[in-house]
T-cell receptor, first 115, second 110 residues
Framework: SAVISQKPSRDICQRGTSLTIQCQVDSQVTMMFWYRQQPGQSLTLIATANQGSEATYESGFVIDKFPISRPNLTFSTLTVSNMSPEDSSIYLC????????????FGDGTRLSIL | QKEVEQDPGPLSVPEGAIVSLNCTYSNSAFQYFMWYRQYSRKGPELLMYTYSSGNKEDGRFTAQVDKSSKYISLFIRDSQPSDSATYLCAMSERDDKIIFGKGTRLHILP
């Protein structure tokens, strides 16, 4: 299965600033996803990162707040914009190796705290 | 009713015991069922991936899916302290959007 690396692993940021999280996969993958994991809550899908086109966002998440790039089949970024303490969470990248009956594998996440 | 229900635990069992973890769900369109294991400060690691109803076994792990009851289970035989982690059930209609349970914290007592 694909190995997924995320950077940074953790960060502490000031309110109102933005942070870009990078996700690198060691092989070409068809689909990449971004999730949020808040304490005591299940993983929630933020968006699907589409290569060569705009990301597909889930209800409750918007592009202005969480812009996503996917310039190729091995790399994606998620930016958390104009951060507030409510954005403190773990952000996880996942990837799937193909269409049809292919499971998702996850990176170790970025632990983000907003002061 | 939430789409996926999972008892958060914690569940503590002695080493060597059989562990049973369960989830219920409400969406009858779910076809793909997964169990992930997540250690502290790590990402979810895929343990089991099944399609539709039935059983699947991999070493000490057995996954069961009962679509008629909307109920899935993960059994761990001969449990080890290294099995102590949070176990997340997950499911999807297709191979894209996954809906996760909140996870069950499992402690295996030496």
């Amino acid at each position: 299965s694909a190995v997924i690396s995320q950077k940074p692993s953790r960060d502490i940021c000031q309110r109102g600033t933005s942070l870009t999280i990078q996700c690198q996969v060691d092989s070409q993958v068809t689909m990449m996803f971004w999730y949020r994991q808040q304490p005591g809550q299940s993983l929630t899908l933020i968006a699907t990162a589409n290569q060569g086109s705009e990301a597909t966002y889930e209800s409750g998440f918007v592009i202005d707040k969480f812009p996503i790039s996917r310039p190729n089949l091995t790399f994606s970024t998620l930016t958390v914009s104009n951060m507030s303490p409510e954005d403190s969470s773990i952000y996880l990248c996942s990837a799937s190796e193909g269409y049809g009956n292919q499971p998702q594998h996850f990176g170790d996440g970025t632990r983000l705290s907003i002061l | 009713q939430k789409e996926v229900e999972q008892d958060p635990g914690p569940l503590s069992v002695p080493e060597g015991a059989i562990v049973s973890l369960n989830c219920t769900y409400s969406n009858s369109a779910f076809q793909y069922f997964m169990w992930y294991r997540q250690y502290s400060r790590k990402g979810p690691e895929l343990l089991m991936y099944t399609y539709s109803s039935g059983n699947k076994e991999d070493g000490r792990f057995t996954a069961q899916v009962d679509k008629s009851s909307k109920y899935i289970s993960l059994f761990i035989r001969d449990s080890q302290p290294s099995d102590s982690a949070t176990y997340l059930c997950a499911m999807s209609e297709r191979d894209d959007k996954i809906i996760f349970g909140k996870g069950t914290r499992l402690h295996i007592l030496p």
